[in-house]
Nanobody
Framework: QVQLVESGGGSVQPGGSLRLSCAAS????????MGWYRQAPGKDRELVAK??????TNYADSVKGRFTVSRDNVKNIVLQMNSLKPDDTAVYYC???????????????WGQGTQVTVSP
């Protein structure tokens, strides 16, 4: 029905940069908030950054000033990650609130996750 496909993860040294992309596809009527979450080993999944349909953004305090979330178009978002730290190491997940065509209310969808590793 609906898929979120992430790309762009990988390994980088501290201070480096990575760019994550997420594309929504399928039987979509409308896309609302899209965002990125991450989960490190042994920790709960946490919000990294999100962008609502109108363009407003929210960031976790730990990434403010280093990460930027933006929307390429209605169905695609990008997370630009700069000045990466070892603490940023985690699996990053794309999340979106999407109304499937023919249904009434939006529901949440998740991508499969992409690994980001920051180490010397």
């Amino acid at each position: 029905q609906v898929q979120l496909v992430e790309s762009g993860g990988g390994s980088v040294q501290p201070g480096g940069s990575l760019r994550l992309s997420c594309a929504a596809s399928g039987n979509i009527f409308s896309v609302y908030t899209m965002g990125w979450y991450r989960q490190a080993p042994g920790k709960d999944r946490e919000l990294v950054a999100k962008i609502v349909k109108g363009g407003n953004t929210n960031y976790a305090d730990s990434v403010k000033g280093r990460f930027t979330v933006s929307r390429d178009n209605v169905k695609n978002i990008v997370l630009q990650m700069n000045s990466l730290k070892p603490d940023d190491t985690a699996v990053y997940y794309c999340r979106a609130d999407i109304t499937v065509r023919g249904t009434g209310l939006p529901r949440e969808f998740w991508g499969q996750g992409t690994q980001v590793t920051v180490s010397p």
